[in-house]
């Protein structure tokens, strides 16, 4: 019989994780799980970097979850994804396969990997109404006042830092508990549960990683991003949905509104691109601190030599 385990392969953006975790699927028969809290939305594809023809492997088409299943203008959080994790991950068992997580979006990777309980928080008009007259830097002073913030998108936009002081606020009012991880990610949503987790990190060094960023927003520019985010818009997008997405979306739209110039957009959304995989690679250097084991593999060297450093990690 298989062993039973929940393999994750995780990485800053341009690292090559995709082609790893798509390597792996094909060693071990098994489907990739997407953990990228983008791609989950139908119609945006180049600026999320979906790239689906990368889920094949010398003509074996590899089975990929969790991606085109929201319409775009939607709000996707983690706490549908670890119900849709889970779904995916259960119907990827029952088939006999060896559930593949793979991506970049660190708090989808941790909530999974430690089975975090994550309590709905509700909405609180009161508060919302309270807080609507305030200025950006006040509302962002309130939420810094509970603790670090780990993510910075949610101050990006007046509705997500309102919202992520309401579960702040919630959470200190000891109604239910903050996120509980109940040992070695044994448990999961609703009380499902995954086998033992290998997580094996794709490590780039930092030279690298930003010339293949620069080279691959070049490549997106060329091929049609600008675009996308037009027809995102002509089918009803709006600006602020945009800016909410953050990253390619947001300096686009702003590209698109006249705001910025097509050169001043393409440099600070490089600057952006840069600076969120330096967060990323901050957060998974967290997951280690709080506990969790990630095998870091060298994303320079070869296929060949990579699947050997897999091999002494985790028997194929």
Same mark, same amino acid.
């Not at 799980?33 to 791609?39: G, L, P, T, V």
């Not at 508060?127 to 939420?143: C, G, M, T, V």
């Not at 509980?180 to 290998?198: C, D, I, S």
């Not at 698109?256 to 995989?277: C, D, N, P, W």
């Given at each position: 019989?298989? @062993? @039973?385990? /929940? #393999?994750?392969? /995780?990485?800053?953006?341009?690292?090559?994780?995709?082609?790893?975790?798509?390597?792996?699927? !094909?060693?071990?028969?098994?489907?990739?799980?997407?953990?990228?809290?983008?791609?989950?939305?139908?119609?945006?594809?180049?600026?999320?970097?979906?790239?689906?023809?990368?889920?094949?492997?010398?003509?074996?088409?590899?089975? =990929?979850?969790?991606?085109?299943?929201? !319409?775009?203008?939607?709000?996707?959080?983690?706490?549908?994804?670890?119900?849709?994790?889970?779904?995916?991950?259960?119907?990827?068992?029952?088939?006999?396969?060896? +559930?593949?997580?793979?991506?970049?979006?660190?708090?989808?990777?941790?909530?999974?990997?430690?089975?975090?309980?994550?309590?709905?928080? +509700?909405?609180?008009? !009161?508060?919302?109404?309270?807080?609507?007259?305030?200025?950006?830097?006040?509302?962002?002073?309130?939420?810094?006042?509970?603790? +670090?913030?780990?993510?910075?998108?949610?101050?990006?936009?007046?509705?997500?830092?309102?919202?992520?002081?309401?579960?702040?606020?919630?959470?200190?009012?000891?109604?239910?508990?903050?996120?509980?991880?109940?040992?070695?990610?044994? =448990?999961?949503?609703?009380?499902?549960?995954?086998? +033992?987790?290998?997580?094996?990190?794709?490590?780039?060094?930092?030279?690298?990683?930003?010339?293949?960023?620069?080279?691959? /927003?070049?490549?997106?520019?060329?091929?049609?991003?600008?675009?996308?985010?037009?027809?995102?818009?002509?089918?009803?997008?709006?600006?602020?949905?945009?800016?909410?997405?953050?990253?390619?979306?947001?300096?686009?739209?702003?590209?698109?509104?006249?705001?910025?110039?097509?050169?001043?957009?393409?440099?600070? /959304?490089?600057?952006?691109?840069?600076?969120?995989?330096?967060?990323?690679?901050?957060?998974?250097?967290?997951? @280690?601190?709080?506990?969790?084991?990630? =095998?870091?593999?060298?994303? #320079?060297?070869?296929?060949? @030599?990579?699947?050997?450093?897999?091999?002494?990690?985790?028997?194929?």
């Amino acid at each position: 019989m298989k @062993e @039973e385990r /929940l #393999l994750v392969v /995780l990485g800053p953006t341009a690292s090559g994780k995709t082609r790893m975790a798509v390597r792996l699927a !094909a060693q071990t028969d098994g489907e990739i799980i997407s953990a990228d809290s983008r791609q989950v939305y139908r119609g945006m594809d180049i600026g999320t970097g979906k790239d689906l023809a990368d889920y094949e492997f010398e003509g074996q088409k590899i089975p =990929h979850h969790l991606i085109d299943i929201v !319409a775009a203008g939607e709000r996707y959080n983690v706490y549908r994804y670890l119900h849709d994790f889970f779904e995916a991950y259960g119907a990827i068992k029952a088939r006999g396969k060896t +559930p593949i997580l793979c991506g970049g979006s660190g708090m989808y990777i941790e909530a999974v990997c430690r089975g975090f309980d994550m309590p709905q928080v +509700p909405e609180n008009s !009161a508060l919302r109404k309270k807080y609507e007259a305030l200025s950006q830097p006040d509302l962002i002073a309130i939420l810094q006042s509970y603790g +670090p913030l780990h993510n910075t998108t949610d101050t990006q936009n007046r509705k997500r830092l309102i919202r992520a002081i309401e579960i702040a606020q919630y959470r200190k009012g000891g109604a239910p508990p903050a996120p509980t991880a109940h040992g070695g990610g044994a =448990h999961g949503w609703g009380g499902a549960r995954t086998a +033992p987790t290998v997580i094996i990190g794709i490590d780039l060094p930092v030279e690298q990683r930003r010339a293949r960023i620069d080279r691959r /927003l070049e490549d997106r520019l060329q091929n049609g991003m600008v675009e996308e985010a037009q027809r995102l818009i002509k089918e009803g997008l709006t600006v602020e949905d945009m800016i909410y997405y953050g990253l390619e979306y947001k300096y686009l739209a702003l590209y698109l509104t006249g705001v910025l110039s097509y050169e001043e957009m393409k440099r600070q /959304l490089q600057i952006a691109i840069h600076q969120f995989a330096k967060r990323q690679m901050t957060w998974f250097r967290g997951m @280690e601190r709080r506990g969790l084991k990630i =095998h870091w593999v060298d994303a #320079l060297h070869d296929d060949g @030599e990579i699947l050997d450093e897999l091999e002494k990690i985790v028997p194929l």
